[in-house]
Structures are given as C-alpha cells and as structure tokens.
C-alpha cells in the first residue's frame, strides 16, 4: 500500500513538475489542441512549430521539441491523446535551432529518453543554448550517439531512416519512415529544415543539392506521400486537419503530389534567392 502511495505521490509530482511554467494554453500564445493524423502518428506541436509524437510497439517518439517554455506544452498535450502511459524512449531533432530543440533537454529529464541529432546540430544547439535567456532559457540535451548520415534506427515495430540534409543549417537531418491509416502503410519524410542559408552561400547550394537528393530518395518504390514537415505551414496542417475532422473519406495528410510540390517549391525559392543574391553582387 505504502508503495502504491508513493508511487502516486510521484506521479502527481511528475506531472506537476511537467507542467509547472507552461505558458497559458491559449491560441494567442501559439497553442493548439493536439490531434490525432495517423493510426500511430500524432500532433502535438504548436501554431508555428511542429512536433510530432510517434508511437511504436515500445514506446513513443517525439520529432522535434519546440522552442522552451512552449515545449512544456508536449506532456500535458500527450496526456490529453491519453499517451502519458507510454514511455518516450527516444527524442529525435531535425536540426539545432532553439525551436526544434528548445525542449529537448527537458522532456529528456522528463522521461530519461534517447535524443538522436547530428554532431552538427548538437554544435549548433549549444550555441543557442548559450544565448538563450530568461525563461525562454534552455540547455543542450545530452546524446550518446550521432545520427549518421544514411543510417537507421528500428524502435519496437518501426524503423526510422535518417539523411544529413544541410542547407538550412549545418547540421539537418531528415527522417525516413512509415505511418499507418487504418491498417494501411504509408510512407512518411520529415525534410530536416527548410529555407536556406545566405549568410552562408555555400549552404545554399548545399540546401538545392539535398532537395534534390531527398526528390530521388522519395520516388523510390513506395514514394513518399506524407509530408511531416516540421512547421505546419509548410503542409498546410491546419487546413488538413479541418478536412480530417469532417470526415473526408481519405486521409488528407496522404498526397504524394503535395510532398513533391513541396520540394520543388523549396528549390525554386532557393534557386530565385540565390540568382537574386548573385545579381547584387
Ligand atoms: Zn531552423
């Protein structure tokens, strides 16, 4: 019984420690109720940042961490699609801006997860980490091992295929993998980072050859069809939810044709960018 007390007292702690400081969940702060997009795919970033939470045969992943103190939002979100009895066993961050990895270190002391990112990436974080203030004050997580380039990952049921994508930042990394609708797989790709770099040129050029990269990738047998873009303006998240909500007979997070369009617009917008930028030279 004694147990049982304890174990309940520290259940109330935990949550109370998730939750203290969380900014108001109001939609002027930026909040949005979490849904559910897939049989195992779920939403549960913010109005300007995505953040995914991912659940396998052994627990679940969380794609991207927010900027903090908004990343406080996630376990009080996760409780809300009735997950907070899963374990987080990994964190995965597309890149080392603040609003990716802003949470990491906090949901990694939360539930003891594995956070995955590229060297690079862990570089830049502490950067930003560094110049962070306030209550927007973050530190870097700690990660036992670097996403590599190519490489993969198998949790539970699923596995997970990263790509070094640079462009954005020096160190992005996309995620490969497969989300379910009712039963049926789905192939899924988190693009690492959009829009590029021009106080680095040569990150530019970089960010058009990984579109290109990621356009082969994902023509390959089965293509892509599931944008998880890690800002939901960028797959039009909000209008697909409302679509989703009134029960449109096919998922309209599945469109093969948006995730292509998608890459191609960010490699034209690169492109023009970049021939702008030469011209004022
Ligand atoms: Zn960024």
Known sequence: MRKIVFFLVLLISMKAVAGAGAP?????????????MFDNVYYVGDKWVSSYAVETSSGLIIIDTL???????IPINLEKLGLNDKKVTHIFVTHGHSDHVGGAKFLQSLYGSKVIMSENALELTKEQSLKSK??????????????????????????FKFYITLGHTEGDLSIDFFVEDKGKRYRAFVVGGH??????PG?????????ARIKNLAVESPAVTVNLSNHPHKNNL???????MKEVSSNPFISKEGFFRFIEQ????????????????
Do not use: C
């Open 24 to 36: 108001e969940m109001k939609a002027k702060n930026g909040y949005v109720e979490p849904f559910r």
């Open 67 to 73: 900027d903090f103190p908004y990343s406080k939002w």
């Open 134 to 159: 306030g209550k927007k004050k973050f530190l870097p997580p700690a990660v036992e091992s670097f996403a590599e380039d190519s490489s993969n990952i198998v949790v539970g049921d699923t596995e």
């Open 195 to 200: 829009g590029t770099n021009f106080q680095k």
């Open 203 to 211: 990150l530019a050029k970089q960010f058009m050859a990984s579109m």
């Open 238 to 244: 909000f209008e697909n939810r409302e679509k989703n």
């Open 266 to 281: 960010q490699s034209d917008l690169a492109k023009a960018k970049l021939i702008h930028n030469n011209s004022k030279k």
